[in-house]
T-cell receptor, first 112, second 113 residues
């Protein structure tokens, strides 16, 4: 069963604009992770945020986590054509859990 | 490190044939995962190994699927006999600890005719 649900399913923006993707989940989590998948490739880990963290940055990426709303957002600032990919959130439930439960992803297109 | 290595990258086979997918995890990682990705169902966890021991195989769809990890540097996923509905991209991933970030291989695109 899916835990994370990304929104929107698809997003198209101009190069230089910011892109925001959202993720909602159903049960309590240990951590939430964001991954990127370029067409025809494997997933690449972007950022991990723990349940006791509210915000995390990595380069042009900013992730927020609101455990009271069971939601997270991924912001990509100053987007580039190379950011075109699908973005997935994945949750790890509870301490000692191992299973990453993925959503179906947001397909981001950055138009040059 | 070369990252997670999977082979073959593409496999086309006929229904009823045996298919074996291979994975070499990142050295030092003690957790290994096999996933299947399809348009309809997204990414599904098939099986999880910890220190070469299968911990959870509840995601393996049927008895036709089996997975082994004979040592820390090698794992196989076997489908016998294969069926057209097994067509998907199969990913192997490894991590230092099960709840940490996972490193994915490039995947094997399987087509069963």
């Amino acid at each position: 069963s899916q835990q994370g649900e990304e929104d929107p399913q698809a997003l198209s923006i101009q190069e230089g604009e910011n892109a925001t993707m959202n993720c909602s989940y159903k049960t309590s989590i240990n951590n939430l992770q964001w991954y990127r998948q370029n067409s025809g490739r494997g997933l690449v880990h972007l950022i991990l945020i723990r349940s006791n963290e509210r915000e995390k940055h990595s380069g042009r990426l900013r992730v927020t986590l609101d455990t009271s709303k069971k939601s997270s957002s991924l912001l990509i600032t100053a987007s580039r054509a190379a950011d075109t990919a699908s973005y997935f959130c994945a949750t790890v439930s509870g301490a000692g859990s191992y299973q990453l439960t993925f959503g179906k992803g947001t397909k981001l297109s950055v138009i040059p | 490190d070369a990252g997670v290595i999977q082979s073959p990258r593409h496999e086309v086979t006929e229904m009823g044939q045996e298919v074996t997918l291979r994975c070499k995890p990142i050295s030092g990682h003690n957790s290994l995962f096999w996933y299947r990705q399809t348009m309809m169902r997204g990414l599904e966890l098939l099986i999880y190994f910890n220190n070469n021991v299968p911990i959870d195989d509840s995601g393996m769809p049927e008895d036709r699927f089996s997975a082994k990890m004979p040592n820390a540097s090698f794992s196989t996923l076997k489908i016998q006999p294969s069926e057209p509905r097994d067509s998907a991209v199969y990913f192997c991933a490894s991590s230092l600890a099960a709840y940490n970030e996972q490193f994915f291989g490039p995947g094997t695109r399987l087509t069963v005719l």
